[in-house]
């Protein structure tokens, strides 16, 4: 059943500097796990997570949960909240994704474009890759926050492709013929 919210209560403004913060932290999970740990005093020997790519999966994995609770709230089917969760969780893992933003200010090592196919993949890498982790970080990131905002409880159930909530007839679904 969903519960509409009318206005702003006076968690709606912490609530979004928190979501702010976890984006942030995903949008640079590399440096945030090293600042973490420098903060922290933490050695590698004694450290009992030793990879910044369990930061990605983690943020990944709450999003999706997060989005599975809010499809739910909307009124959504389970089937369809668990698809929508995992649509969620595989943008949450491209935009939180560690890539190091610096080749993009230094790509010297690359060769020029045009003097060879092989470093076309190299070359889309470099460049491609973080626009698609900006464009999936910006669009979960205005998702999460039109969803807290009021009137936003049906934001995930409205993603693209739409989905149906319990109760409404479904053009989506697929009959086999008889």
Known sequence: MSQSKSSF??????TL???LVFFLVGLLPESAYWA??????VVT???IINSPSLVTLFLALYLAFFA?????????????AMARA??????????????PFHLLLAPGSLSL????????????A??????AKLLAWLYLLITVVRSQLPGGDAVFAGMYPKLAREGEESHLDVRPDE
């Open 45 to 47: 020997q004694n450290a």
């Open 113 to 124: 474009l045009g003097t060879t196919l092989q470093h076309l993949d190299e070359l889309a």
């Open 68 to 80: 599975h609770r809010r499809s739910l709230d909307a009124g959504v089917t389970p089937e369809n």
């Open 9 to 14: 209560s006076i968690w709606t403004l912490p």
């Open 126 to 131: 470099v460049f491609g890759l973080p626009v």
């Open 17 to 19: 500097a928190l979501w």
């Open 36 to 41: 973490a740990r420098l903060a922290g005093g």
């Open 86 to 99: 995992i649509q969620v969780g595989i943008l949450a893992l491209i935009a939180f994704l560690p890539y």
